[in-house]
């Protein structure tokens, strides 16, 4: 279906039919070709009748076929109008491509009887004033005066009428959308050279709406955003489509009111020229440039370009890559949720399109496509970006920064930020595929507690289920589970078990399953039966998680099942949705849906392998549409469950399957992993990157998930692990045991010794959290959010930044006991030993024996630690440690953020302490806000100093002389001790 289309917020300049210039294809760099046959089977024939040019190509990714410098007079996306929505638009004879094309109409030949060579798509009345309803006529002229002659220069349609009330002037199109009525001070000119006219107003998708009392006012405009965030929706006004409900994936609302936008947007007026319009920062900056080239928009093939204006991308997720894509190399990303491991070249558990562009000078900017069908971007050396999709709508968000850190706090903004984690949650969990009994769970459990090792939650995979059925477990070899659950509460520690989405319907009375019938939770094929797929208790039911009927019956499930077995969060898996067979039992319809038109580049070259039927069908439409939405709409389902089985307390949701929006309810990890060296460095850059999408709280299966691990990488990984996020160790069924207990005695002993370390930092890492669930920041960060101008930091995956203060450089290969270390320009210490190291902006190379890994604290920063002990409630009520690190800058400040670590809404209820802190080279001071926190804190202990250059004379607390201190020349540090301050009282430390 082919029309013009509006775009909300913004302004898209969509001219479908422009002259033809001829050119030489050769002249044509191959960093400027755009594929102009992206459907396989592609030939020199099919080509050039399409007026493209063919040049094969040995490199990999240039396109063979491709356009010519401006696009040929047919809208490209003529040829997606079936015959059936063909209208001649030249019924009288003598037609021919010339006539037909100035008459701004689609020319194809057809070989078929009866087919116009010259049409246009009868579904879409855009321009014909005949079809518009009495009912749907809006007011063109609603001056006096109107007359044929002025209505038909503002290109609306005149038709006089003998009934009272209808005007005669009125819009060609449809009455515009709500959000085009705007005040005066939230429109921005879409127009502003003269002859403004609806006709070209609409041709540009800009708002068009007179102001009979203001001339001056813009009647051509553009709805302005928040000052820093620009939208960009292009959709078709005559047809509804799909677009991904906001019930499901909240966003910001944009009202306008926005004076003084970050950004600007030229447009050009030419219609013989590619160029269609260019946004732009407020100081000139370019970050979006499209034009009409390479434009299509059908019902199931839609694609737009953008030229960009650097080489550098970060995120479109969920792929194995590097931190960093660069432009340089022709690369096509594909997003289509499956049930992968994480495999290079393929699409995985997560549909997040969004990305990150570092510019050239070190700002950036973000771009998100809120789209849930099946797509795909192109990243080509022009440098420019073609985002393809087979479904919905272009619905785009522009955050322009400038600062890497302020494009994900604007993304953020506009989705949910991420959920308030338990402090629990923080600590070191431990999972296996294969545990045989419950018995020997506890016997694993007790095991560490014997040797002295922190856990503080045990999870469990599928094994305790009976038949592998989800809200059920074994009665002989798991009947020991309610105790052992039981018995973990009694020690401080949590339970997190598995479940799965697929409901199997073969297994004889079964209450999940008779409830869901009774409540129609389950996903209907096309015909009103239900869908039946294959999973781990062989045929399944799936939910469908986008209705409210089936939320309830969620939460019911899981409230019964607690009162059996008192699990502290649950674990959901095998949502993407993941399938055994393809479709599901009886297979798919061969249709549009299940076999689109076209494809994209995803595994498998198949819509339903590993899934279920596209043609199937959710509260929400079509899983053609729908399906990337499925992990979310559960882990929402499970959070709103949650939430009603716990009230006021935290709980902890993992899910595999995600999508924008999802951190708001749910922790992530990397999937099925294995135990290779290469995994352990994969692992950071997929952390990283989920840091960008907006769940921090995402970590990687610790020692590798399918394989044997051998001692030295499950010990380097653990160490590295014990920075991560969500700290987890977990692997597969039928490999070697890989929990602590399984190593030998001084593997043991570094592995606690780094989790020990993670429990000593719990403060800093709660207030890292606290602060990316209300203010959007990150947890795990690239190097370059923090050193934007430092070249060198653009594609380090093999360091990163926890928070803003430490810097982690695992070991990454085998054997290895020293490592070269890139140092930002900062001063920085190392985290164990609080020596001082390098001023940065070098490269030093580390020792690493297997006992240590390196990691860094940068000067200028105040790090508030705790004493670790065998679980995180134990280790939260130790007294506090404060360590201050001199830098260059001679001084810091720092927010501590403290609750009971359990309250939902704590911040919220203002029941949580603030401690600000601040630092320079003779002092350190700290008080409260204005908020306390019921949870009793404990006092402060010590505080130390590194990097002082000489021993002080004394030390006053509060101007009073306190003699407990030491100072170590060697070290150049400083330690305060037998303090016993209070941490919520106004204190001043002088050295």
Not at 164 to 173: A, E, T
Not at 339 to 347: F, G, H, L, V, Y
Not at 385 to 408: E, N, S
Not at 554 to 559: A, C, R, Y
Request: hydrophobic share 30%.
């Amino acid at each position: 279906m082919v029309s013009k289309w509006k775009a909300i917020f913004c302004i898209l300049y969509t001219v479908l039919a422009v002259a033809y210039a001829s050119n030489t294809c050769s002249s044509v760099q191959n960093s400027d070709k755009v594929d102009c046959h992206p459907t396989p089977g592609a030939t020199q024939s099919n080509c050039e009748a399409n007026g493209c040019c063919w040049i094969p190509s040995s490199d990999n990714g240039i396109p063979w076929c491709f356009y010519k410098s401006k696009p040929k007079p047919n809208p490209s996306s003529c040829k997606y109008i079936p015959d059936s929505s063909k209208t001649d638009c030249h019924p009288s004879s003598g037609a021919n491509q010339d006539n037909c094309n100035e008459k701004g109409c689609c020319w194809i030949p057809s070989g078929n009887t009866g087919t116009p060579w010259c049409f246009y798509d009868k579904n879409s009345t855009t321009g014909v004033c005949g079809t518009i309803q009495n009912s749907d006529k809006e007011d063109c002229h609603p001056t006096p005066g109107a007359n044929q002659a002025n209505c038909e220069s503002k290109g609306c349609c005149w038709s006089p009428s003998q009934d009272s009330g209808i005007p005669w002037c009125y819009y060609k199109h449809s009455t515009p959308s709500q959000q085009c009525h705007a005040t005066v001070n939230e429109r921005l000119d879409c127009y502003p050279a003269t002859g403004a006219s609806q006709k070209g107003c609409l041709d540009r998708s800009c708002c068009w709406e007179l102001d009979s009392t203001n001339e001056a006012v813009p009647a051509c405009f553009f709805h302005m955003n928040v000052t820093d965030t620009l939208r960009l929706k292009i959709f078709d006004p005559s047809h509804s489509r799909y677009e991904v409900p906001k019930e499901l994936v909240n966003r910001r609302d944009y009202n306008g009111g926005y004076q003084n936008p970050k950004y600007s947007i030229e447009f050009y007026q030419d219609t013989n020229s590619l160029k269609m319009f260019e946004i732009k920062r407020s100081d000139g900056s370019q970050l979006l440039k499209a034009t009409r080239q390479n434009f299509i928009y059908s019902d199931q093939f839609i694609q737009i370009t953008f030229g960009v204006p650097a080489m550098r991308l970060y995120g479109l997720g969920e792929h194995l890559h590097t931190i960093m894509y660069n432009l340089s190399e022709w690369q096509t990303l594909a997003m289509w949720t499956r049930d992968q491991p994480p495999t290079p070249n393929a699409n995985l558990y997560g549909d997040q399109p969004f990305y990150l562009m570092l510019e050239d000078n070190g700002d950036a900017h973000g771009v998100l496509l809120m789209n849930s069908n099946a797509k795909e971007v192109v990243l080509q050396p022009k440098p420019a970006v073609t985002w393809r999709t087979i479904g919905g709508i272009l619905d785009f968000y522009v955050f322009t920064g400038p600062t890497p850190k302020d494009v994900i706090q604007q993304y953020l903004s506009l989705i949910d930020k991420p959920f308030m984690v338990p402090l629990w949650g923080l600590g070191f969990h431990l999972c296996r595929y294969g545990y045989k009994s419950s018995q020997v769970v506890l016997d694993l459990v007790e095991g560490l507690r014997n040797d002295n090792f922190p856990e503080e939650t045990q999870w469990t995979d599928i094994d305790y289920m009976r038949g592998k059925l989800d809200f059920t477990y074994d009665n002989v070899t798991f009947g020991g589970l309610p105790s052992l659950v039981e018995n973990l509460h009694q020690h401080d520690q949590h339970y997190i078990m598995i479940l799965d989405p697929g409901i199997g319907y073969n297994e004889g009375p079964y209450p999940a399953l008779d409830d869901g019938l009774k409540e129609d939770v389950y996903i209907h094929n096309a015909d009103g039966s239900l869908l039946q797929g294959s999973v781990w208790p062989g045929p399944v039911y799936f939910p469908d998680f986008t209705a409210n009927q089936t939320i309830t019956w969620w939460g019911n499930q899981l409230i019964d099942f607690h009162d059996k077995v008192a699990f502290n969060g649950i674990w959901i898996d095998m949502n993407e949705p993941s399938d055994f067979v393809d479709g599901s039992l009886t297979g798919c319809p061969d249709n549009d849906l299940n076999n689109p038109p076209y494809t994209p580049h995803i595994l498998g070259d198949s819509l339903a392998q590993k899934t279920i039927c596209p043609s199937s069908v959710t509260s929400q439409g079509e899983v053609y549409n729908t399906h990337d939405l499925y992990g979310h709409s559960e882990a929402r389902a499970s959070f709103l469950s949650l939430r009603r089985l716990f009230g006021s307390k935290r709980s902890m949701i993992l899910t595999r399957s995600n999508f924008p929006g999802t951190g708001a309810f749910a922790a992530h990890w990397t999937g099925d992993n294995t135990s290779s060296w290469a995994d352990l460095l994969h692992s950071i850059s997929g952390i990283l990157n989920y840091a960008l999408f907006g769940i921090p709280f995402a970590g990687s299966d610790i020692c590798g998930f399918m394989g044997a691990t051998t001692e030295e990488l499950c010990v380097r990984w653990m160490q590295l692990g014990s920075f991560y996020p969500f700290m987890r160790n977990h692997n597969t069924i039928n490999e070697p045991d890989q929990d602590p207990l399984a190593f030998s005695a001084s593997a043991r002993a570094i592995m606690n010794t780094y989790v020990r370390i993670r429990y000593s930092l719990l403060p800093y890492l709660y207030t890292l959290f606290h602060n990316a669930h209300v203010y959007g920041t990150t947890v795990a960060t690239p190097l370059f959010f923090n050193y934007p101008t430092d070249s060198k930091t653009y594609a380090i995956n093999d360091q990163y930044l926890l928070g803003d203060y430490i810097l982690v450089a695992p070991i990454i290969n085998k054997g290895d006991v020293a490592r070269d270390v890139y140092f930002p320009d900062s001063m920085w210490y190392d985290l164990v030993t609080g020596e001082f190291v390098t001023n940065g902006q070098t490269t030093k190379n580390i020792p690493a024996p297997l006992a240590s890994i390196p990691v860094f604290v940068r000067g200028d920063s105040i790090l508030v630690t705790k004493t670790s002990e065998m679980t995180i409630k134990a280790t939260y009520a130790t007294q506090f440690i404060i360590k201050y690190y001199i830098g260059s800058k001679g001084q810091e400040n720092y927010d501590l953020y403290l609750d009971d670590g359990e309250t939902y809404d704590a911040y919220e209820n203002k029941d949580y302490s603030l401690i600000s802190m601040n630092a320079t080279s003779n002092h350190i001071s700290w008080n409260v806000g204005p908020t306390r926190t019921s949870y009793p804190l404990p006092t402060v202990s010590t505080v130390s100093v590194f990097g002082l250059k000489k021993s002080p004379s004394s030390i006053t607390v509060n101007g009073i002389t306190h003699s407990q201190f030491s100072y170590n020349s060697n070290k150049a540090t400083l330690n305060i001790t037998g303090l016993d301050l209070s941490i919520e009282s106004e204190t001043s430390i002088q050295w």
